[in-house]
């Protein structure tokens, strides 16, 4: 995104943010300012900021009335909102790296826990034929 579209992406917001969130008609919005800058960048600004959650469409497929949700009120600049998303994405990755090492860690003692749980499933069935031999008397040593 160019520096010109970043201004007219902090400008539509502000344009929102003045007009108290109410539902604007783009005519309205669009015509904030007369510039060339402004007119030759606007929709794919607009386009931007529906992307990233800043202002929604309002009458679905015609695009003509839009309104900023909740997300557009903490909205500072747009340089901010790309700080914020790399940050997010910095600890999305580190949160995946811990997940990574953990997994890693479980895979080297599967194969221990494998052979102690065969271990002990052989001691439970010679346990168990030890009581079957005992209870048919089979056993010399019953009681």
Known sequence: MTTEQKIVADNIVTFFKDANGVRQHISNISTMGDTAMIKNNFVYALNILEEKNIVKCADGHNRQIFYL??????????????????????????????????????????????????????????LALLKLAEALKLWPYHK
Do not use: C, Q
């Not at 599967?110 to 102690?116: E, L, N, Q």
């Open 69 to 126: 949700l909740p997300d557009g009120w903490d909205y500072t600049s747009f340089d901010d909102l790309l700080k914020k998303e790399k940050a997010s994405k910095e600890k999305k990755s580190w949160k995946e790296e811990i997940d990574l090492s953990n997994a890693e860690s479980v895979y080297k003692t599967y194969g221990m826990t494998r052979f102690i749980t065969w271990v002990t499933f052989a001691i439970a069935v010679i």
